[in-house]
């Protein structure tokens, strides 16, 4: 199919800490739908790891996941098919202020071992849907900082959270999606969601 023809639901980064049989990955993962309606075919798969294949309905595919019957890495699929696209036209291009409350080099408070690439703090006085200050991340600067000001270049959505992390320059620089899906990996790997521009 060709890509025109689906939709980019969100992606799955995979950071270094994911290792293999002694290999280390660092990887993004984009899930996409594609609109099909015709006939099921094992006998054209890509792969001989699949035993059977069939068409099922949201619902009946919550069954078997609350039957735990599902692979946990097919969550996904109800992250991604739960809410509508999100608009944040009146997000992006905005002008913030606010803290950074764990300055790059640093170690998470909770997780000493994951460490800080990047700025990460909140801004004042805008509060998220998890009842906390807003949390950015920082681009722009490769010196840690204790405040911030700059413009919202995109937004990353934790599809499995209440939350949303915005994507901050400061210093006017545009960067593109790799960019910013590679330095947010180290913490976003554990979290479904996709960066809305």
């Given amino acids: 199919m060709e890509e025109s023809a689906g ?7 995979c950071g270094s800490e994911l290792k293999y049989e002694g290999k280390v990955y660092n990887d993004i993962m984009d899930v996409w739908l594609f609109a099909y309606d015709g006939e099921l075919r094992l006998d054209e798969a890509t792969t001989d ?9 949201p619902s009946e595919i919550g069954v078997l996941r609350s039957e735990k019957m599902l692979v946990g890495t097919l969550d ?37 071992e994951m460490t800080y690439p990047i700025n990460y703090g909140y801004i004042q006085g805008v509060f998220a849907d998890d009842g906390e200050e807003q949390d950015v991340y920082l681009f722009g600067t490769d010196v840690p900082l204790t405040s911030f000001e700059g ?19 400061v210093n006017g620089e545009y960067f593109d999606d790799d960019r910013i899906l590679g330095d947010i990996s180290f913490q976003e790997q554990f979290f479904y969601g996709k960066l809305y521009r």
Avoid: Q
Avoid at 85 to 109: F, M, N
């Fill in 151 to 169: 413009r919202v270049i995109a937004v990353w959505r934790r599809f499995d959270d209440n939350e949303d992390k915005w994507i901050v320059s």
């Fill in 49 to 57: 790891e699949a035993a059977d294949c069939k068409w099922m309905t």
């Fill in 76 to 112: 996904y699929f109800f992250c991604a098919m739960a809410d509508e696209e999100p608009d944040y036209s009146r997000i992006i291009g905005r002008t913030v202020k606010g803290k950074v409350d764990r300055p790059l080099g640093t170690a998470h408070p909770d997780f000493p």
């Fill in 7 to 13: 939709r980019l639901l969100f992606s799955k980064i």
